[in-house]
């Protein structure tokens, strides 16, 4: 399965799994994409059942090629459908041939640098001038960092069929566990294969999504299996509230499910879907001293749209140098900056990426980004992990960066780990996610947008998991450990890579999607997506407040 996704991805293609179904369930699987591949006249951005079942009809009957799905056609479903992600109206977007392809770090026919020589600009690095008296209140404190979870150095998986299948036990194991021992609707909870032969009122059953649908009188089927055995549950259209429910319930994802056998015994009414959500009693991790982690993503060093005057307002701010007194003594109580990747533009990760680079060789874009973060202070411990524009693995978990690249940020206070990760800074818990998988939550969830992160983070702290659609948007590693499970409540949960600026909470959680440090590209005008850059999340580790530095705007 996972090379025929591979096959239609390495084109800018994303197959939705009723078509992938299809293909799985033809003779020779392989053989069958190769002829969909060679005998697509353009590749488009999603592969419908349709597509292939009209060119498997051509073969057929041998008649002259019917003429492809036109250019505007797939323009006009892109719009449509970005619309709805992106939470408004995408009005007059003009996509040109080239546009069709979708954001795909794995194709390497993406990675075109231009013709012509260009002359790079490379971000100026500033002097930082000693401030008289400015003695920061961190620089008395030590750092406290404890890395909790990573897969940087853990990492085992060879992409085998062995491989999915301790994937997927492993997500199923944690996770029904979780929901047995901490949700009181599942305490009673049986395998499948006896809950169908029961004779008991009602059941209780855990398991993972198999498949998920509406049926054409609008009900909800949910497929749900386990070791034992697969059950066919269903949200009745008339029950809003059960629909609802189950109209949130994604693919491959693990949930429980309380409910009523039907009187064949075919089919499990649904009467509640059961997620593992945070407590409402869930009480979260202090400081013992009034210190402060920053939270700055999406740098995007390399890119023209980088935001160097802001930038460089930042790092005078953080030195003392800028800024009241309030915001000065804020700068000196700052002790962790943490950077949820994306920390420079990379290379070939969107259409026409190249035309809008300043600096277009990707180490070299490192080395500027090292250059930058020198200047931060030394009493300032940095944690930096990747993101899907970094130079590491496009599967994720990710582990963190290749060695060639940390030596570029010798002797510096850096702390270098994949993505997710959880770590604590001075015993508060943090889980770290660049966001990837945001998108598919938002294509996936009919009443999620793109451009409401923290929304989307709240319904991945309900489900525990970061990304559980395997096949989606976000390319995922067959590790023997589900390191996408939300195994563990943080006290701080943040994300980056949708480039906006928000606060929020969830049971005690503080949520922060950390803004970014480059301005509207090229491809976001495109989809008529407005960024909230260059501004700066800041949490009071003793008191949980959270504040935001601006520096979009002057001080």
Request: proline content about 5%; overall charge negative; glycine content about 6%.
């Given at each position: 399965?996972?090379?025929?996704?591979?096959?239609?991805?390495?084109?800018?293609?994303?197959?939705?799994?009723?078509?992938?179904e299809?293909?799985l369930?033809?003779?020779?699987?392989?053989?069958?994409?190769?002829f969909?591949?060679?005998?697509l006249?353009?590749?488009?951005?999603?592969?419908?059942?349709?597509?292939?079942?009209?060119?498997?009809?051509i073969?057929?009957?041998?008649?002259?090629?019917?003429?492809?799905?036109?250019?505007?056609?797939?323009?006009?479903?892109?719009?449509?459908?970005?619309?709805?992600?992106?939470g408004?109206?995408?009005?007059?977007?003009?996509?040109?041939?080239?546009?069709?392809?979708?954001?795909?770090?794995?194709?390497?026919?993406?990675?075109?640098?231009?013709?012509?020589?260009?002359?790079?600009?490379?971000?100026h690095?500033?002097?930082?001038?000693?401030?008289?008296?400015?003695?920061?209140?961190?620089?008395?404190?030590?750092?406290?960092?404890?890395?909790?979870?990573?897969?940087?150095?853990?990492?085992?998986c060879?992409?085998?069929?062995?491989?999915f299948?301790?994937?997927?036990?492993?997500?199923?194991?944690?996770?029904?566990?979780?929901?047995?021992?901490?949700?009181?609707?599942?305490?009673?909870?049986?395998?499948?294969?006896?809950?169908?032969?029961?004779?008991?009122k009602?059941?209780?059953?855990?398991?993972?999504?198999?498949?998920?649908?509406?049926?054409?009188?609008?009900?909800?089927?949910?497929?749900?299996?386990?070791?034992?055995?697969?059950?066919?549950?269903?949200a009745?259209k008339?029950?809003?509230?059960?629909?609802?429910?189950?109209?949130?319930?994604?693919?491959?994802?693990?949930?429980?499910?309380?409910?009523?056998?039907?009187?064949?015994?075919?089919?499990?009414?649904?009467?509640?879907?059961?997620?593992?959500?945070?407590?409402?009693?869930?009480?979260?991790?202090?400081?013992?001293?009034?210190?402060?982690?920053?939270?700055?993503?999406?740098?995007?060093?390399?890119?023209?749209?980088?935001?160097?005057?802001?930038?460089?307002s930042?790092?005078?701010?953080i030195?003392?140098?800028?800024?009241?007194?309030r915001?000065?003594?804020?700068?000196?109580?700052?002790?962790?900056?943490?950077?949820?990747?994306?920390?420079?533009?990379?290379?070939?990760?969107?259409?026409?990426?190249?035309?809008?680079?300043?600096?277009?060789?990707v180490?070299?874009?490192y080395?500027?980004?090292?250059?930058?973060?020198?200047?931060?202070?030394?009493?300032?411990s940095?944690?930096?992990?990747?993101?899907?524009?970094?130079?590491?693995?496009?599967a994720?978990?990710?582990?963190?960066?290749?060695?060639?690249?940390?030596?570029?940020f010798?002797?510096?206070?850096?702390?270098?780990?994949?993505?997710?990760?959880?770590?604590s800074?001075?015993?508060?818990?943090?889980?770290?996610?660049?966001?990837?998988?945001?998108?598919?939550?938002?294509?996936?969830?009919?009443?999620?947008?793109?451009?409401?992160?923290?929304?989307?983070?709240?319904?991945?702290?309900?489900?525990?998991h970061?990304?559980?659609?395997?096949?989606?948007?976000?390319?995922?590693?067959?590790?023997?450990?589900?390191?996408?499970?939300?195994?563990?409540?943080?006290d701080?949960?943040?994300?980056?890579?949708?480039h906006?600026?928000?606060?929020?909470?969830?049971?005690?959680?503080?949520?922060?999607?950390?803004?970014?440090?480059?301005?509207?590209?090229?491809?976001?005008k495109?989809?008529?997506?407005?960024?909230d850059?260059?501004?700066?999340?800041?949490?009071?580790?003793?008191?949980?407040?959270?504040?935001?530095?601006?520096?979009?705007?002057?001080?």
């Amino acid at each position: 399965m996972n090379s025929i996704i591979k096959s239609f991805s390495e084109h800018g293609t994303f197959v939705q799994p009723d078509t992938l179904e299809y293909i799985l369930s033809k003779e020779n699987p392989k053989e069958f994409t190769s002829f969909i591949t060679k005998n697509l006249q353009e590749f488009p951005l999603i592969l419908t059942l349709n597509q292939v079942k009209q060119i498997e009809n051509i073969s057929q009957v041998e008649t002259l090629p019917v003429e492809p799905i036109k250019s505007q056609e797939v323009k006009e479903i892109q719009t449509k459908m970005y619309s709805e992600i992106f939470g408004g109206e995408i009005k007059s977007v003009i996509l040109e041939e080239n546009d069709l392809e979708f954001d795909d770090p794995d194709k390497e026919d993406q990675i075109k640098l231009p013709d012509e020589k260009i002359e790079e600009s490379i971000p100026h690095v500033i002097d930082i001038k000693k401030v008289k008296g400015w003695k920061p209140k961190a620089k008395e404190y030590d750092s406290e960092i404890e890395i909790i979870k990573d897969i940087t150095g853990n990492s085992v998986c060879e992409g085998t069929t062995d491989d999915f299948t301790k994937l997927f036990v492993d997500r199923y194991s944690v996770l029904r566990n979780i929901l047995r021992k901490q949700r009181r609707e599942l305490a009673n909870a049986i395998p499948i294969d006896r809950a169908k032969k029961s004779d008991f009122k009602e059941i209780q059953i855990v398991g993972i999504v198999k498949e998920v649908r509406t049926t054409s009188n609008g009900h909800r089927l949910i497929e749900l299996e386990d070791e034992s055995d697969t059950a066919t549950c269903i949200a009745l259209k008339d029950n809003r509230d059960i629909l609802n429910m189950a109209n949130e319930v994604v693919l491959d994802e693990v949930i429980g499910i309380r409910g009523q056998l039907s009187k064949n015994g075919d089919l499990v009414v649904i009467k509640n879907v059961v997620y593992p959500d945070i407590s409402i009693q869930n009480e979260r991790h202090k400081s013992d001293v009034s210190l402060y982690a920053a939270f700055l993503s999406d740098i995007h060093i390399g890119s023209k749209q980088f935001m160097e005057d802001e930038w460089q307002s930042f790092l005078r701010w953080i030195n003392g140098e800028m800024g009241n007194s309030r915001q000065k003594d804020v700068a000196g109580k700052i002790k962790y900056l943490v950077i949820p990747g994306d920390v420079v533009d990379g290379i070939g990760i969107y259409p026409q990426q190249d035309k809008e680079l300043s600096i277009v060789d990707v180490y070299r874009q490192y080395e500027a980004l090292a250059d930058q973060l020198r200047l931060i202070p030394d009493h300032i411990s940095m944690i930096i992990q990747p993101g899907n524009h970094d130079a590491v693995r496009p599967a994720e978990p990710q582990p963190t960066f290749e060695k060639e690249i940390q030596d570029l940020f010798s002797g510096m206070n850096m702390n270098f780990v994949g993505n997710p990760c959880y770590f604590s800074l001075h015993g508060v818990e943090v889980l770290s996610y660049h966001g990837q998988s945001l998108l598919d939550y938002a294509t996936n969830i009919q009443h999620l947008k793109y451009n409401e992160p923290v929304e989307i983070m709240k319904v991945m702290l309900r489900k525990h998991h970061l990304a559980p659609i395997y096949g989606g948007y976000t390319p995922l590693a067959p590790e023997h450990l589900d390191y996408m499970v939300i195994n563990r409540i943080p006290d701080i949960f943040v994300t980056g890579h949708v480039h906006l600026a928000q606060i929020s909470d969830y049971r005690g959680i503080t949520l922060i999607n950390a803004s970014s440090w480059q301005t509207q590209t090229s491809y976001q005008k495109m989809l008529n997506f407005v960024p909230d850059s260059g501004k700066l999340p800041i949490v009071n580790l003793k008191s949980g407040n959270v504040t935001m530095m601006d520096f979009s705007k002057k001080f």
